[in-house]
């Protein structure tokens, strides 16, 4: 069992570190004129090339009324196009076009660009320090997420 007080500054310290890169995220998303939630389906589309409303809906937690208003934003917005499944005609999937790429590559330029410059400010020591606490914390983080991810025990 770790101190409280130790474990108290360890969380004050990675919600800061961790909302040092949003005023960044923020600006970029503010001036591309997307939502978190909007750039979130972008992200989902580059992941899983052609995903369904359903599909959208589910990973987002939201209702698929809900996943239709928003890609219908991003559609006229001309970062995502419909298509018809050749296989299933009542299935329609959805696309990134050529713009959403695009759009994705620029916020993950700015983040790489901040993240590069804040890195280069640590010392060589102190960079391959917080690279391996990062793989630890990366580490227990998939050690919490593997009983989730598995779902319940078989009966």
Not at 7 to 34: F, H, N, Q
Request: net charge negative; proline share 7%; no cysteine.
């Amino acid at each position: 069992m770790h101190d409280p007080e130790t474990l108290e500054k360890a969380m004050g310290l990675y919600l800061r570190a961790a909302s040092l890169i949003d005023p960044i995220r923020v600006r970029t998303w503010k001036e591309l004129e997307l939502t978190v939630t909007q750039l979130l389906v972008l992200f989902l589309l580059r992941e899983t090339p052609g995903m369904p409303a359903g599909a959208l809906a589910e990973d987002l937690r939201v209702t698929p009324p809900t996943v239709t208003g928003l890609v219908d934003r991003l559609v006229r917005m001309g970062v995502v196009r419909r298509e018809e499944d050749p296989k299933d005609r009542r299935l329609v999937r959805n696309v990134l076009t050529e713009r959403g790429q695009e759009i994705l590559g620029e916020v993950e330029r700015e983040g790489r660009a901040f993240l590069t410059e804040l890195f280069e400010r640590l010392s060589a020591g102190r960079l391959s320090r917080l690279v391996d606490s990062l793989e630890a914390l990366v580490a227990a983080a998939d050690e919490l997420a593997a009983p989730v991810e598995s779902g319940p025990p078989a009966p």
